[in-house]
Nanobody, 114 residues
Framework: VQLQASGGGLVQPGGSLRLSCATS????????MGWYRQAPGTQREFIAA???????NYADSLKGRFTISRDNAKSTVYLQMNSLRPEDTGVYYC?????????WGQGTLVTVSS
């Protein structure tokens, strides 16, 4: 199973970014796909996840600014991030859960700075 995350970059505070994560896995064998992030010196934290049936789950602290979605036909999950803050800076990882194992993408760096 391969995961390819993209869409990170430098954005000013208050700006927006959309991350994408494409997978080689068949959607039918996945439990869900999600996003995590890790800032320097901190633990990786959960952002959001979405099932093949489009049920979503969010970290309470990020609900409202971040939106997860997926395109099952493209086997791709997206993370729309709005009203970005400097504290959102970090490496963003996508994660795929199957009924047998979990898989991580390589991470994409998001930097929020003026």
């Amino acid at each position: 199973v391969q995961l390819q995350a993209s869409g990170g970059g430098l954005v000013q505070p208050g700006g927006s970014l959309r991350l994408s994560c494409a997978t080689s896995a068949r959607i039918a064998v996945t439990r869900d796909m999600g996003w995590y992030r890790q800032a320097p010196g901190t633990q990786r934290e959960f952002i959001a996840a979405i099932t093949p049936g489009l049920t979503t789950n969010y970290a309470d602290s990020l609900k409202g600014r971040f939106t997860i979605s997926r395109d099952n036909a493209k086997s791709t999950v997206y993370l729309q991030m709005n009203s970005l803050r400097p504290e959102d800076t970090g490496v963003y990882y996508c994660k795929l859960r199957t009924w047998a194992a979990d898989y991580w993408g390589q991470g994409t760096l998001v930097t929020v700075s003026s």
